[in-house]
């Protein structure tokens, strides 16, 4: 009988702490690296190839920490935060999950690196993200 209460009072635990889980903010709070970061029309060039770069206009400079999954809600576990480096390890139920560090030149260069899961395929990826005007 004991182990019965036991077992119920461990469940509505678990069941508590996974409603807050669930419910966490999508935000990486205190960010300083990417309240630096200026808005407009930014290029992300593969430092591997000598392929031409992609255009990014970039509004919220927190979907740089989770480039392959866009916009999708994911939530976000900050590793390492400093004014000039920033490590994030994220999880997008259902689309995924990765771990992206940012390292700011300045303003308007970085250098970003990220590598993980999307639609059960492996990502892994290091890219110069340059300002290059207004969108």
């Excluded at 250098?111 to 300002?131: D, L, M, T, W, Y």
């Amino acid at each position: 009988m004991k182990g019965l209460k036991l077992i119920k009072a461990i469940s509505a635990s678990a069941a508590v702490l996974c409603g807050f889980a669930i419910a966490a903010p999508a935000q990486t709070p205190e960010a300083t690296l990417l309240d630096g970061i200026m808005q407009g029309q930014w290029t992300l060039t593969d430092r591997s190839s000598g392929l031409p770069g992609k255009p990014l206009c970039l509004g919220n400079p927190e979907l740089l920490l989770q480039i392959q999954h866009g916009e999708t809600s994911c939530t976000r576990y900050v590793i390492e935060n400093t004014p000039k480096k920033l490590r994030v390890s994220y999880k997008c139920r259902g689309a995924g999950h990765g771990v992206t560090e940012i390292k700011a030149e300045s303003s308007t260069l970085l250098q970003i690196s990220s590598q993980g899961i999307r639609n059960n395929a492996p990502f892994s990826f290091n890219v110069e993200a340059r300002r290059t005007g207004s969108c």
